[in-house]
């Protein structure tokens, strides 16, 4: 009875969408937020044939198709937002919301680093860069209930790299550590210590591990365990790892969990001068 009384006040809601709701960071409502999501993809053209991207880039064709269910997602949030009283269901809405926001930024970033002309390379605090990844993944650790152990070294370091590419790296692999243990049961453990000349991260989970068959495999594009999953993830970073010379050592346990280990250079490694 609930789901027909649901449906029935989103169809009345549909045609008059003026309900108070949330808002978005910079933005004043979630349908002011859809709104957004659906204007902000800069093609630099007005030709309707766009050609294709370059292999590895988002093309902004794709970027505009994706960007159209996103839109459709925010607007149902923001009716659903107007009929549900209950805050605790308001939580989920929430979680819907940033994690679209997420997606959107994160188009927008792809799109605008694709167009720089050299990969832009800066020092960043990598105790800040791990926070954000946490940030990043802080809903689902919710979710399933995982408890975070930050282990930092007393001194920070600041690293050269392409924030936004390391931001994607190492949150592909703390969320599949996520995804490897058990909800309410997980441990996941972020550890950096300096060690001869090298900055080192650890990302240690308590989940299910991984076989030593399946080890050798795992930054295999489209190899994957995971129900639902792509295989992409952890391909991904390891590429981004490796362009960026980060060393990269994975051992794990079957029932005991895994742990990946990052080497750093403290240098700042700048794109060769074009001569």
């Known amino acids: 009875m609930f789901i027909f009384t649901v449906i029935k006040t989103l169809k009345m809601k549909l045609l008059t969408l003026t309900a108070k709701t949330r808002t978005v960071a910079n933005h004043n409502s979630y349908a002011d937020f859809a709104a957004h999501t659906n204007s902000t993809v800069d093609t630099n053209s007005h030709n309707t044939l766009l050609p294709p991207p370059a292999?590895?880039?988002l093309s902004p064709g794709l970027a505009h198709e994706i960007r159209n269910p996103l839109s459709n997602i925010n607007l149902s949030v923001a009716m659903l937002e107007s009929i549900i009283k209950n805050d605790d269901l308001k939580i989920y809405l929430d979680i819907i919301m940033r994690s679209s926001r997420r997606i959107n930024d994160l188009i927008t970033e792809l799109?605008?680093?694709?167009?720089?002309?050299?990969?832009?390379?800066?020092?960043?605090?990598?105790?800040?860069l791990l926070d954000d990844v946490l940030e990043i993944a802080g809903d689902r650790i919710t979710l399933?209930?995982?408890?975070?152990?930050?282990?930092?070294?007393?001194?920070?370091?600041?690293?050269?790299?392409?924030?936004?590419?390391?931001k994607i790296a190492l949150t592909n692999i703390i969320i599949n550590a996520i995804d490897a243990m058990t909800p309410e049961k997980g441990i996941l453990k972020?550890?950096?210590?300096?060690f001869y000349g090298?900055?080192?991260?650890?990302?240690?989970?308590?989940?299910?591990?991984?076989?030593?068959?399946?080890?050798?495999?795992?930054?295999?594009?489209?190899?994957?365990?995971?129900?639902?999953?792509?295989?992409?993830?952890?391909?991904?970073?390891?590429?981004?790892?490796q362009s960026d010379h980060v060393g990269v050592k994975v051992e794990s346990e079957e029932g005991e969990g895994t742990c990946f280990t990052l080497s750093f250079d403290n240098l700042i490694r700048r794109p060769p001068l074009q001569l």
């Open 55 to 57: 292999q590895g880039q």
């Open 111 to 128: 799109l605008k680093h694709q167009q720089a002309d050299e990969v832009l390379v800066e020092e960043h605090s990598f105790h800040q």
């Open 144 to 166: 399933r209930n995982i408890t975070v152990r930050k282990d930092y070294d007393t001194r920070d370091r600041k690293i050269g790299m392409n924030r936004l590419r390391m």
């Open 190 to 194: 972020l550890v950096t210590k300096s």
């Open 198 to 241: 090298k900055y080192i991260l650890q990302i240690k989970d308590n989940g299910c591990g991984i076989s030593k068959g399946d080890l050798k495999h795992i930054f295999k594009p489209y190899f994957t365990n995971k129900q639902g999953g792509l295989g992409i993830g952890l391909s991904t970073a390891y590429e981004i790892l």
